[in-house]
T-cell receptor
Framework: NAGVTQTPKFQVLKTGQSMTLQCAQD?????MSWYRQDPGMGLRLIHY???????DQGEVPNGYNVSRSTTEDFPLRLLSAAPSQTSVYFCASSYIIIGGKGTEAFFGQGTRLTVV | QKEVEQDPGPLSVPEGAIVSLNCTYS??????FMWYRQYSRKGPELLMY????GNKEDGRFTAQVDKSSKYISLFIRDSQPSDSATYLC??????????FGTGTSLTVIP
C-alpha cells in the first residue's frame, strides 16, 4: 500500500514564485489535511478537507490555498512564496468516525521547502 | 494552555535502557490518544493508539493513559539504537480534530 504520497520531496523557490505541493492517498479516507512543521513549534494545521468539494482553514492558512476535487487528491498551493514559508510540509489523511472516540492520522513523507 | 504539552528533551540513554516519554493534555472531551515516531527527514509514523485508561502493549512498547490526571506515557523496553527518533504524542476526537505535542528527541547510544 502506498498510503499518503507527497511530491516533490524537496523544492527551492524564489520569493514571489508560486507552486503546488501534491498529496494523494489510496486509503479512501474522507479527511485530508496539510500541516507545516517548524523547529520548536510542532505541527501546525494549514487547511483541511472533510470530503471532495469541502475545505476549511486551520490555524495558519494565510498564503496558502487548497481544493479537493477528488477523494484521493488534496493539493496545497503557495500563491506568492515568502521566506516565512520555509518549512517542512506534511499531508495527512484519516477516516471520519461517526460515533466512537476518535481516529488516527496517517502522514506522507513530507516536502522540504526553502524560499530564498 | 496548550492542548498537548510534551517535554522536548533531548533524551539520551544507553542501549538496553527503559525509556519513559510523557505528555499532558487538556480537555477531557478528547478520548483517543496516539504516539508517533518520526525519523530524521521522514514523516510521522503511527506507533500506537489507545482510547482506554490503562496500559496497551505492543512488543517493546507500552502506551499508558491516565485520564484522571490527563497524562499520556510511552515506555520503551530494551531500547535499541534504531529507536533513536523524535516521538510525538497526539490526541483526537470524533470531529477529526487532532492535536500534537511538539515531540521529544530520543537518542539511544550503542
Amino acid at each position: 500500500n502506498a498510503g499518503v504520497t507527497q511530491t516533490p520531496k524537496f523544492q527551492v523557490l524564489k520569493t514571489g514564485q508560486s507552486m503546488t505541493l501534491q498529496c494523494a492517498q489510496d486509503m479512501n479516507h474522507e479527511y485530508m489535511s496539510w500541516y507545516r512543521q517548524d523547529p520548536g513549534m510542532g505541527l501546525r494545521l494549514i487547511h483541511y478537507s472533510v470530503g471532495a468539494g469541502i475545505t476549511d482553514q486551520g490555524e495558519v492558512p494565510n498564503g496558502y490555498n487548497v481544493s479537493r476535487s477528488t477523494t484521493e487528491d488534496f493539493p496545497l498551493r503557495l500563491l506568492s512564496a515568502a521566506p516565512s514559508q520555509t518549512s517542512v510540509y506534511f499531508c495527512a489523511s484519516s477516516y471520519i468516525i461517526i460515533g466512537g472516540k476518535g481516529t488516527e492520522a496517517f502522514f506522507g513523507q513530507g516536502t522540504r521547502l526553502t524560499v530564498v | 494552555q496548550k492542548e498537548v504539552e510534551q517535554d522536548p528533551g533531548p533524551l539520551s540513554v544507553p542501549e538496553g535502557a527503559i525509556v519513559s516519554l510523557n505528555c499532558t493534555y487538556s480537555n477531557s472531551a478528547f478520548q483517543y490518544f496516539m504516539w508517533y515516531r518520526q525519523y530524521s527527514r521522514k514523516g510521522p509514523e503511527l506507533l500506537m493508539y489507545t482510547y482506554s485508561s490503562g496500559n496497551k502493549e505492543d512488543g517493546r512498547f507500552t502506551a499508558q493513559v491516565d485520564k484522571s490526571s490527563k497524562y499520556i506515557s510511552l515506555f520503551i523496553r530494551d531500547s535499541q539504537p534504531s529507536d533513536s527518533a523524535t516521538y510525538l504524542c497526539a490526541k483526537s476526537n470524533t470531529g477529526n480534530q487532532f492535536y500534537f505535542g511538539t515531540g521529544t528527541s530520543l537518542t539511544v547510544i550503542p
